[in-house]
């Protein structure tokens, strides 16, 4: 395994369609978690969306409501919160998350209930992921998770779960999608490596800025203050209401 941590922005800049992504982390101070998720859209009925924040909740919302064909897989709540722990992910398995850790269940056996999205030919898999805090700043900590097909034909599914002890100025990248095509390849290998700045506002610039214009749609981003708990939020969308 390769212990270099590449730059986000340019992993963004060379890969014109990488779908939904998550990225995880801690910021090179070690004094904050770093969160973010971003979506993109090729056709017009995922293009139609914006991020909105109810409280800790992130909800994809239509832009235009009158123009959505099929809200089944592009509506949804990719963050949310429950205790000490923050989700995200790329799907309605946000709620299968929630629940699972309200019963005293964890990660792990809300999505081996699960499996990737039903929307052959490209068998979208699904990502997750969950922030834990403890008590104090160094009980901080995460996992990752993929469920995607496992023989490219929607009969099979291989889940891959990863855990991570926090390392100062480091995160890691998770998408759904290796790069554009038809069908689109999946996700494949670990999490991507990847450096962590201190400020949250440079983190958020620097994946916004390098998502390909066409197809990027929003972004949201968090930095946790691991002493104190506080939150800090940036929110992009490319239709602003």
């Known amino acids: 395994m390769s212990y270099i941590r590449k730059n986000i922005g340019r992993i963004l800049k060379s890969n014109a369609y990488p779908g939904r992504g998550i990225v995880v982390g801690k910021s090179s101070d070690g004094k904050k978690a770093m969160l973010a998720y971003f979506i993109m859209g090729r056709s017009e ?71 990737f ?19 104090t700043a160094a009980d901080f900590s995460y996992e990752m998770s993929v469920l995607k097909s496992g023989d490219g034909k929607g009969k099979h599914c291989n889940r891959y779960f990863f855990e991570y002890e926090p390392v100062s100025g480091t995160g890691h990248f998770l998408h759904t999608y290796q790069k554009d095509g038809n069908p689109l390849p999946a996700f494949s290998g670990e999490p991507e490596l990847v450096r962590i700045p201190n400020e949250l506002s440079a983190f958020a610039e620097e994946i916004w800025e390098n998502l390909n214009v066409d197809n990027k749609i929003s972004l949201v981003c968090r930095a946790y203050e691991l002493k104190t708990g506080k939150c800090e939020q940036l929110i992009f969308n490319k239709y602003a209401r």
Not at 48 to 55: D, L, T, W
Not at 90 to 99: K, P, V
């Open 117 to 135: 999205e039903p929307d052959a030919p490209n068998f979208t898999p699904r990502i997750s992921a969950v922030l834990h805090f403890g008590k």
């Open 45 to 115: 009925n995922s293009r139609n969306r914006v991020f909105a924040a109810y409280g800790e909740e992130i909800r994809t919302e239509p832009f235009d409501p009158a123009k959505v064909a099929d809200p089944s897989l592009i509506i949804y709540s990719p963050i949310k919160a429950v205790g000490r722990n923050v989700i995200v992910t790329n799907g309605d398995q946000t709620d299968t998350i929630e629940a699972s850790l309200k019963s005293g269940h964890c990660f792990r056996h809300a999505l081996k209930t699960r499996t």
